[in-house]
């Protein structure tokens, strides 16, 4: 069975909530901030701003290649303050531009 981690993860996915905070995450899932970190810990190796860091850089990558929408878009679509931010959150995960990406990738 998925773990309570998991199925938060999907719900967030699912409904695209990639800018939740801590406190959101903790009220969305019914647990304790305690119980998140150990079960994030366990499952990722990350605490669970971590995780959710992970979760935006990969839905990012999904919109680059398969829409059409401007960086900023995207940028404000994943709960980024502005698309200089998001660029360099993709640059320190991915090491090129979200833009090069983009052309590189599709």
Same mark, same amino acid.
């Given at each position: 069975?998925?773990s309570?981690?998991?199925?938060? !993860?999907?719900?967030?996915?699912? !409904?695209?909530?990639?800018h939740? #905070?801590?406190n959101? +995450?903790v009220r969305? &899932?019914?647990?304790?901030?305690? #119980?998140?970190?150990?079960?994030?810990?366990?499952e990722?190796?990350?605490a669970? =701003?971590q995780? =959710?860091?992970?979760m935006? =850089?990969d839905? @990012?990558?999904?919109?680059?290649?398969? @829409?059409?929408? @401007?960086? #900023? @878009? +995207?940028?404000? !679509?994943?709960?980024?303050l502005?698309?200089? #931010?998001?660029?360099r !959150?993709?640059?320190?995960?991915?090491?090129? &531009?979200?833009?090069?990406?983009?052309?590189?990738?599709?």
């Amino acid at each position: 069975p998925l773990s309570d981690w998991w199925r938060l !993860e999907a719900r967030l996915r699912k !409904e695209k909530n990639f800018h939740a #905070t801590i406190n959101d +995450i903790v009220r969305i &899932s019914g647990r304790s901030y305690a #119980t998140l970190q150990r079960q994030s810990l366990k499952e990722f190796g990350m605490a669970p =701003m971590q995780r =959710m860091r992970v979760m935006r =850089m990969d839905e @990012s990558k999904g919109l680059l290649r398969f @829409s059409d929408l @401007s960086l #900023t @878009s +995207i940028a404000k !679509e994943l709960g980024y303050l502005d698309l200089a #931010t998001f660029s360099r !959150e993709f640059f320190r995960v991915h090491k090129t &531009s979200p833009s090069h990406w983009r052309k590189s990738n599709r």
